[in-house]
Nanobody
Framework: QVQLVESGGGLVQPGGSLRLSCAASGFAFSSYTMGWFRQPPGKEREFVATINWSASTKNYADSAKGRFTISRDNAKNTVYLQMNSLKPDDTAVYYC????????WGKGTLVTVSS
């Protein structure tokens, strides 16, 4: 059974940082490109960043470039998203999945950027 469990969200002030984690199980994690996606309140889910199986290729949404860093640890079946210089517009529920999306979405982790 495939599981994607996101964690690390919370309330942070503008300009602050958070590190999100996604623990994956039930599939050959190290063979897949993984991605982070987010759904702002009242909006559609959107792409944030992807990382290929070897971490040699990373892609970012324009909104994430220069502020967010995606990484992975294949030994731990975990993908990370380091988020710096957070803005109120980054407020969203953050999800991980393969890219393209092949599995059911997890519960996500809520990031709230507010003073």
């Amino acid at each position: 059974q495939v599981q994607l469990v996101e964690s690390g969200g919370g309330l942070v002030q503008p300009g602050g940082s958070l590190r999100l984690s996604c623990a994956a199980s039930g599939f050959a994690f190290s063979s897949y490109t993984m991605g982070w996606f987010r759904q702002p309140p009242g909006k559609e889910r959107e792409f944030v960043a992807t990382i290929n199986w070897s971490a040699s290729t990373k892609n970012y949404a324009d909104s994430a470039k220069g502020r967010f860093t995606i990484s992975r640890d294949n030994a731990k079946n975990t993908v990370y998203l380091q988020m710096n210089s957070l803005k109120p517009d980054d407020t969203a529920v953050y999800y991980c999945n393969t890219a393209p999306n092949m599995f059911s979405w997890g519960k996500g982790t809520l990031v709230t950027v507010s003073s």
